[in-house]
Every structure is written in structure tokens, then in C-alpha cells.
């Protein structure tokens, strides 16, 4: 009964993101997350920092129901991950656009491919698949190398096909986790100018990253976790200096 | 599933076995030295078979009968032993028979000087089996029936050919042991490198959200199709080899000529066709299907 007063209450239509008393503890070891609670809401920008170790990769895998919660509730767009059943799991992920550090293309498929691909997946029609895709690239600025493999492309066009991809569907929520770790300065601002771009579209954006610059230049809310707990969650906050 | 969703994912499959050449190579190798073995054993065992049949339906009984039984009773009998599961053919030998083969075969001309037919109690049965292991059993019978002198039988014959076949049977299921085992060995290995490749593929399409079905689907289809090329090329060759060989073994012993008779290769794929194709495409489909399992819980 408890559980379904709380899921109503924490599903309104303003949070699109609801951790509440979150633990996460794995087999060995001092759990990697400890008693969470963060609410984000919908069209938010945020960041999470940390050091690594500090939880950010758990909460991540939380909220894409790769792991599921030791303790506590976990609710995205309205689901109560936690409860979600195994067949289910590829819908609800139809929901988030993910970005990673590493980009994670598929190497021997050419750029339009990979970002058709979330489409093909959704099962969207050939026709749409070809009016959709173009017009997210040139979104991200790579209308003219949609021929191109990964591999000629440079770090930051590789994380703009992954950023293609991700929000080919629409998604309501955005997840980009460390998308900056493998740029150089000049790239890494242009992929947040990007996120932001695409936040003031509509879309919840959380960005987990190390990047202090642009945490302490963009003046978002951020939320600091260390050793699995939150030490701070401020609107317009800076890279919080641990040592 | 949309007809354009079907047709993406057949393509994709195909794709897939030319993305991966080395892979594909592999594992197509793999499955078509298992059947090809297979075959290879499967053409041999057919051929020993078909020769053990044929000389044990060379193997006959002959039944001798008192002088007081006419030549109608005689053929009553005749009707009675054929309706026996084990006889496959029984022949009426009549005294005048007997003895025109006979004189042909030992006397020729000195034939002649025998006035009456010395043989004339000697009218037979000279009765065929399907399964010389039933021979002494035959023989039972055949004694117990009125009129009966004598019932005459190669014991040795008929036990050394049932010891063949059982000592066939053994080695038959040796083989298809050792043969099943090599391929699961080598089938795993195969599948253990395919892991390795596709792991990142695999996680890609789970965080895009495509179902456990659609990641399945194109592996699955690359696996069945490289497992209908694995079971082709065996069959080829066996196709080829087959005549070459039996020409080779009829000339190379030719004193054997009587007992090596070999199997049609027409005959022997009825049964090796389906079975090398149903196998290639259940070690491809359960392949396939079993790597990517393993990783779709992500």
C-alpha cells in the first residue's frame, strides 16, 4: 500500500526523474550508493560530479535499468523501474537517448546507419527513417558526412553521431555520461552547446561528467555525490573542489 | 512485425556473415568437417550394411523330405515357411532339378550313363533369410515339421555375419560419440570468438532499447545460413569423392568382387541430404542463438 501511495506521489506530471532513499549495494565491498534521494524535473538541466568510485556509473546504470535498486524507489518518466519486467525493460529505454564517453558506434556501419539504427529498432517506417535522419544530422552538423565510417570521423564528430542517435527518437530524457572525457577543449563546448540546444527543446538533460570548466562555466544545478552519498544538490552550482 | 523490419533484419543477417569474413570462414569450416565426417561415416557404415544384407540373404537352409512326401505337399510347405518374417525367398528344387544341376555342374557328358535319376529322394527347399541371427530358430521350426528328412545349414556363416553386424553396431555408435563430441568442441570454441565480436554490437542495441528478438533475429539468421553452407560443401564433396572411391576400391580388389557391392550414391543421399541439412542449420540456430543469450541481459 505504502508503495503505491508513494509511486503516485512521486509520478506528478513535473518530476521525470525520482530517486527515493536509493541504496545500491553489490555482492562485495561498501555500497555504491547510499540512501540517494534526487528529484529532476521535467525540461531540467543537470549535472552529477563525483570522483570515480563515487557512484555516478550506479546511478547512471539505475536509471537504464541495467541494475536494479538494493533498497529505495527508483522512477523514470513516470515507471517504477524497479518493478519493471525484463520484456518491458527495451520500451522504457526507448524513453533515453544515452550518450557515453567512449561513443559506442557500430564501427563497420557508415553514419546515417548508425543513427537510422534507433530508428530501425523502434520499428519506424523506411520513409520516415530517411526524412528523420538527415534532419538530425544537420542538427548536429554532420549532414555532409553521412556517408563517413566512425573511424574517419574525429572524437568530437563520433560523440555528435552518438548525440544523432540518442535523440533520433525523441526521447524525453537525455543521459550523457562523461560525453566530454575523450574531447579535446574546442569539441567538448561544442557537444555541451549542443545538450543545451537540445534541453531548451524540452528535454530533461543529465550530464555526468569530471569536466570542471564547463560545470563552473554553465552555472546548471548540479549534484555532487562522494562514496555513494550526496553531498550537495544546487541550483546554478559550481564543481564543488573534494580535496 | 513490419514487412520493411523483416526484410532489414534478413539483410542485416546476411550482412553480418560477410561483416565478420573470418568469423563466418571459421565457422562454415567447422560445420562442414563435422558433416563431412559424418557423411564420410555415414557413406561407409550404409556400404557395410548393404553388403552384410546381401550376403546374408546369400546365406540359405536346405530342407530334405522324406521319400513318402509327393511333390504338392512339398509345395504346401513351401507356402507355410514363406509366410515366416525371416524368410525373404524359398525355392522348390525338384528331384530332376537337382540332379540336371548337379550332373551339369560335376559329370557333363558322363551324364548319360545313369539310366534313372540317382537323386530322386533329393527334392529340397532351398529357403533365404532377412536375418541370419533368426537361422537357428528357422531351423527349429523347420524340424518339427511332419515329413522333414533333414535340414541342412552353415552355422559358422550365419554366426560370423549376426557377430559382424552387432560388432558394427558398437563401432557406429563409437564413431557418432566421438564424432558429436569433436563438434561440440569445436562448435563452442567457434562460438567463444563470435562473443568476443559482437559483445559491444549487442550491449549497443540493448541501451538503444531493440528487444531480445530484434538483436536475435539477423545472428540467428547468419547462423542458419552459415550452417546450410557448412552442410553443402561436405555433401559436395562426398558427392564427388563417392564414385571416384568406389571405382578405385572395385579395381583395386577385384578379388573381393562378389562381396563389395556398393550403395548408389543417389540412395545414400536420400537420407544424408536432410539429415547433413537439418544438422547444419540446428548447429547454426542453436549456435547463434546460445551466444547471443548469453549476453542479452544488459
Given at each position: 500500500m505504502l508503495r503505491k501511495k508513494v509511486k503516485t506521489q512521486d509520478t506528478d506530471?513535473?518530476?521525470m526523474i525520482v530517486l527515493d532513499h536509493v541504496s545500491k549495494s553489490y555482492?562485495?565491498?561498501?555500497?555504491?550508493?547510499?540512501?540517494v534521494s534526487i528529484k529532476i524535473e521535467k525540461g531540467e538541466f543537470v549535472f552529477v560530479v563525483g570522483d570515480s568510485g563515487s557512484g555516478k556509473s550506479t546511478l547512471i546504470k539505475l536509471l537504464l535499468r541495467e541494475l536494479t535498486s538494493t533498497e529505495g524507489d527508483v522512477f523514470v518518466n513516470g515507471c517504477d523501474v524497479g518493478r519493471l519486467r525484463r520484456r518491458k525493460i527495451p520500451k522504457f529505454r526507448r524513453n533515453i537517448g544515452v550518450v557515453f564517453q567512449d561513443f559506442r558506434?557500430?564501427?563497420?556501419?557508415n553514419v546515417y546507419e548508425n543513427v537510422a539504427f534507433a530508428q530501425r529498432v523502434i520499428q519506424v517506417p523506411t520513409r520516415d527513417i530517411k526524412r528523420n535522419v538527415p534532419k538530425v544530422l544537420s542538427r548536429v552538423g554532420l549532414a555532409g558526412k553521412y556517408?563517413?565510417?566512425?573511424?574517419?570521423?574525429?572524437g568530437g564528430e563520433q560523440q555528435r553521431v552518438a548525440l544523432a542517435r540518442a535523440l533520433v527518437n525523441r526521447p524525453a530524457i537525455l543521459l550523457a555520461d562523461?560525453?566530454?572525457?575523450?574531447?579535446?577543449p574546442n569539441n567538448s563546448w561544442e557537444i555541451m552547446k549542443l545538450l543545451e540546444e537540445i534541453n531548451q527543446d524540452g528535454t530533461t538533460v543529465i550530464v555526468v561528467t569530471h569536466n570542471r570548466e564547463i560545470v563552473n562555466a554553465m552555472e546548471k544545478r548540479v549534484i555532487t555525490i562522494k562514496k555513494g552519498v550526496i553531498i550537495s544538490d544546487e541550483e546554478k552550482g559550481g564543481y564543488i573542489n573534494e580535496d | 512485425m513490419r514487412i520493411s523490419t523483416f526484410f532489414y533484419t534478413l539483410w542485416q543477417g546476411i550482412r553480418n556473415i560477410f561483416r565478420n569474413k573470418w568469423f563466418s570462414l571459421a565457422s562454415i569450416a567447422t560445420i562442414a568437417a563435422c558433416l563431412f565426417l559424418f557423411g564420410l561415416f555415414y557413406s561407409i557404415l550404409t556400404n557395410f550394411q548393404f553388403m552384410i544384407k546381401k550376403a546374408e540373404q546369400g546365406v540359405s537352409v536346405t530342407v530334405f523330405f522324406n521319400e513318402d512326401i509327393d511333390e504338392s505337399e512339398i509345395q504346401e510347405i513351401q507356402q507355410q515357411i514363406m509366410k515366416?518374417?525371416?524368410?525373404s525367398k524359398v525355392d522348390y528344387v525338384s528331384a530332376d532339378d537337382a540332379w540336371a544341376s548337379f550332373s551339369k555342374e560335376y559329370l557333363g557328358d558322363y551324364a548319360?550313363?545313369?539310366?534313372?535319376?540317382?537323386?530322386?529322394?533329393?527334392?529340397n527347399l532351398e529357403i533365404y533369410l532377412n536375418?541370419?541371427?533368426m537361422q537357428s530358430a528357422l531351423v527349429t521350426y523347420l524340424e518339427s515339421i511332419?515329413?522333414?528328412r533333414s535340414v541342412n545349414k552353415s552355422e559358422i556363416t550365419a554366426d560370423t555375419l549376426s557377430g559382424v553386424n552387432v560388432l558394427i553396431g558398437y563401432v557406429s555408435a563409437g564413431i557418432i560419440i566421438i564424432l558429436l563430441a569433436v563438434s561440440i568442441f569445436l562448435i563452442s570454441n567457434t562460438v567463444m570468438i563470435g562473443i568476443s565480436v559482437r559483445k559491444e554490437e549487442i550491449m549497443i542495441m540493448k541501451y538503444i532499447g531493440a528487444t531480445d528478438f530484434f538483436v536475435r533475429a539477423p545472428f540467428v539468421i547468419e547462423g542458419i545460413t552459415i550452417g546450410i553452407i557448412g552442410s553443402l560443401i561436405p555433401l559436395a564433396i562426398i558427392r564427388i569423392l563417392y564414385g571416384n572411391v568406389v571405382v578405385y576400391i572395385s579395381e583395386k580388389f577385384t578379388i573381393l568382387s562378389s562381396l563389395l557391392q556398393f550403395v548408389s550414391i543417389d540412395t545414400i543421399f536420400k537420407t544424408l541430404l536432410p539429415m547433413s541439412i537439418v544438422m547444419g542449420v540446428g548447429i547454426g540456430f542453436i549456435g547463434s542463438y546460445t551466444t547471443v543469450r548469453k549476453h542479452l541481459r544488459v
Open positions: 506530471d513535473k518530476n555482492s562485495t565491498g561498501a555500497p555504491a550508493l547510499n540512501d558506434l557500430l564501427k563497420d556501419r556517408k563517413a565510417k566512425p573511424k574517419q570521423l574525429s562523461e560525453p566530454t572525457g575523450n574531447l579535446d | 515366416r518374417a525371416e524368410v548319360d550313363g545313369f539310366p534313372d535319376n540317382p537323386l530322386a529322394e533329393s527334392a536375418d541370419v541371427s511332419d515329413g522333414v
